[in-house]
């Protein structure tokens, strides 16, 4: 409990100034991302991995040049994003489980982003839960399936098949979670055109304008923007409407504070190369579309470098009964990954990875109070609840450790939006697990949410806030 304290004077003692929330250029910009292979990526004929150097691809080459430095048939995308210095990149080996919440090195919690390309064998609930739970925390998401009867092990379980599994059936929301289910069909061959977009991360991302990609046997989504408002269309097969609800091969959306994608076929990530043996195509560099570009931008927005805004569906001209809400998370850096503040403000130390209390994702969290002594701590951030919309549902995970006994309230965290007190949590309150806490702002327009620490003159209690979420709704 006093370890915070203690440290903050080890240092003052040294000449040092004591800043909890300081973070290393490296822990603000590389960007962690993880490969699946647990789920059969790699049978029959496929080969969707970034190396054959499992978990870590620097061990095949740690200074990749092209697609060749490392073995695979997803290898241009990993070497893609190796070269910018700006990625930290592992795959989940064979054999492995998928978690999220565990200690393991190769859990979830250690990522800003989870790859699936094209599943060919069944999640387990567990493994379900544990994505769900990964993106509404704050994680990103990218799913790549096939067409229907893609079934490379010929285990009863195509990716189409696996993806509306997790929809429909994940322990968490099986009530349209995304806003889209993949579409049980087979598209031979077309190249299906981009929304036309000037604002779009993914579309307008760092790695280039996208304009299109190519189906070679592969699927599409339909959308139900009444289940989450935040799902968008990006790519589009001729002959439908862009930003229509049907003909959709690339698609995005939100969830909780997580990000999601979804691309209808696996052949645009191949890239032609891979393990001997295996019958591969280039779709990574077929002229008939932006693949390349569509994967990388897409992989920075989801890990949350594209912007800090989720997309939202675009408003219809004459909204039905006079307006939309267009909902998606309002907070920027919800769990604090980027290792600073912004865009929240905080009090010094407030934004923190030390180890004496834990975060509940990730490495960093919100640490308030927590020296035995008189002192108040502050985190803030303004965001603006979209017109259309009446209130908004905040969310967060909340430790309170305390050394206080008894049942009297000695040191408190109070949540305000604007001048309205939403709740009051104090030593009372005390757990020895986060536990989610879920609370309404009403009205619209500029609203700032507050989280105010007070703590008394002897005993210490620190209130730890991570992976906070504020979605808006009509």
Known sequence: MFKRALLAVALMTAGITYLAGAATSQAATVHRVLFDNTKAETAGNA?????????????????????????????????????????????????????????????????????????NAPLSSAEKTAIMRFIQNGGGFFLIVDHTGSDRNSDGWDSVKVANDLLTNNGVDNTDPFGFSVDVNNIDTENPAAISSSTDPVINGPFGKVRGSIIRNGSTQTLHPSNNSSVKGLVYRSGFTPGGTTGAFFTTSTFGSGRVAVWGDSSPIDDGT?????????????????????????????????????????????????????????????????????????????????????????????????????????????????????????????????????????????????????????????????????????????????????????????????????????
């Open 274 to 474: 891979g393990q001997s043996g295996n019958t591969l195509y280039d779709g990574w560099n077929d002229t008939a579309g932006t693949n390349a570009a569509l994967a990388l931008n897409a992989t920075a927005w989801l890990a949350g470098t594209g912007t800090t805004t989720p997309p939202t569906t675009t408003p219809p001209t004459t909204p039905p009964g006079g307006g939309t809400c267009p909902g998606g998370q309002l907070f920027g850096n919800p769990g604090f990954e980027t290792g600073s503040a912004g865009p929240w403000t905080a009090t010094s130390g407030v934004v923190s990875s030390s180890s004496s209390e834990p975060a509940h994702s990730g490495s960093w969290k919100a640490w308030l109070d927590g020296y035995g002594a008189a002192h108040t701590d502050t985190l803030s951030q303004t965001v603006t609840i979209p017109s259309g919309c009446t209130r908004a549902t905040l969310s967060f995970w909340l430790l309170v450790d305390t050394d206080e006994t008894g049942s009297t309230a000695y040191d408190t965290l109070t949540v305000t939006a604007g001048s309205t007190t939403l709740a009051t949590y104090s030593n009372v309150n005390a757990s020895t697990s986060y536990q989610q806490k879920t609370l309404t702002v009403t009205g619209t327009g500029s609203v700032k949410v507050t989280f105010t620490g007070v703590e008394g003159t002897k005993i210490a209690t620190s209130f730890v806030l991570d992976d906070l979420s504020l979605v808006p709704s009509a």
């Open 47 to 119: 080969d969707w991995i970034i190396s054959t150097s499992q978990p870590d691809p620097l061990g095949q080459n740690a200074n990749p040049t092209s697609e060749t430095s490392w073995t695979g048939a997803l290898s241009s995308w990993g070497v893609a994003l190796q070269r910018t210095g700006e990625y930290s990149l592992k795959t989940l080996p064979a054999g492995n489980t998928i978690t999220y919440g565990g200690s393991g090195a190769l859990d979830l919690s250690k990522f800003d982003e989870f790859v699936m390309p094209e599943p």
